[in-house]
């Protein structure tokens, strides 16, 4: 299983980015894709989570209203938008792959099987 994430990049405060998260080399039905995040000095945050094949979708409170996780019909890439980045968005943003259908369990207990190399989002005036 491969997973390779893109579209980090540096970016303005109030600025947007849509972050891709491309899965390959599987061939099942039921997975879900996670989106993490690492600053320095910080531990590992989720994002969001997303479900397959039913699309279910899962964000903390925290990240409600800025960030939105989202496919394409039955694509495996998973986009994550992110907007009114601010200066503590800045992290190292990764991806991650778990073949069942528990999407909130392995988005809260952070246990994938697969990891993305993870794409740095610098947001900086």
């Known amino acids: 299983v491969q997973l390779q994430a893109s579209g980090g990049g540096l970016v303005q405060p109030g600025g947007s980015l849509r972050l891709s998260c491309a899965v390959s080399?599987?061939?099942?039905?039921?997975?879900?894709i996670g989106w993490f995040r690492q600053a320095p000095g910080k531990e590992r945050e989720g994002i969001a989570c997303?479900?397959?094949?039913?699309?279910?979708?899962y964000l903390p409170d925290s990240m409600k209203g800025r960030f939105a996780i989202s496919r394409r019909g039955t694509e495996t890439t998973v986009h994550l938008q992110m907007n009114s980045l601010k200066a503590e968005d800045t992290a190292v943003y990764y991806c991650?792959?778990?073949?069942?259908?528990?999407?909130?369990?392995?988005?809260?207990?952070?246990?994938?099987?697969?990891w993305g190399q993870g794409t740095l989002v610098t947001v900086s005036s």
């Open positions: 997303i479900s397959s094949p039913d699309g279910y979708t």
């Open positions: 080399g599987f061939t099942s039905d039921y997975w879900t």
């Open positions: 991650a792959v778990a073949f069942a259908t528990s999407y909130y369990y392995h988005f809260k207990s952070q246990q994938y099987d697969s």
